[in-house]
């Protein structure tokens, strides 16, 4: 999983650097030349896209998200490894519908021709993007039930 994680890393990290080129160019532009980015916005919402959907695999590889461990405390080693892995099972499951649910959303949008509104590229794009993302997660989390240190 090091591989997919990697490639998201790096997705995730240029969406980021993209997304500040922006703001800092719009800002420059508009208060300097009253000359903003039109399509500003738009551009950045997408940065959003790539930046927060893109991190998601890497953080639940390294166990970067957050969690509640009011029980941990309570429980014996072996029950904390199992609730452990029951709960990237049910995470894995709960992502992959998710997954699935916005990949059809996806397609709507495409097959309807939905586009936004200054850069005109269509919108299903992002939604299959943050899909193809979950989707990614899922498969991480699935790994560290069925390997809890293999990641």
Partial sequence: MTGPCRVADVVATVSLALMMGVVVLDVVLRYAFNMPIAAS?????????????????????RGAHISID??????????RALLDRVSHLLIALLLAGLSVLLA???????????VSIALHYPTGYLALFMA???????????ARFVRPTSL
């Fill in 41 to 61: 916005i738009e551009l950045v919402e997408a940065g959003i896209v790539g930046t927060v959907f893109m991190a998601l695999p890497s953080a639940s590889a």
């Fill in 70 to 79: 009011y029980v941990d405390a309570l429980l014996s080693e072996r029950a």
């Fill in 104 to 114: 059809r959303r996806g397609m709507v949008l495409l097959e309807r021709g939905d």
């Fill in 132 to 142: 193809l993302a979950i989707a990614v997660t899922a498969l991480v989390h699935l």
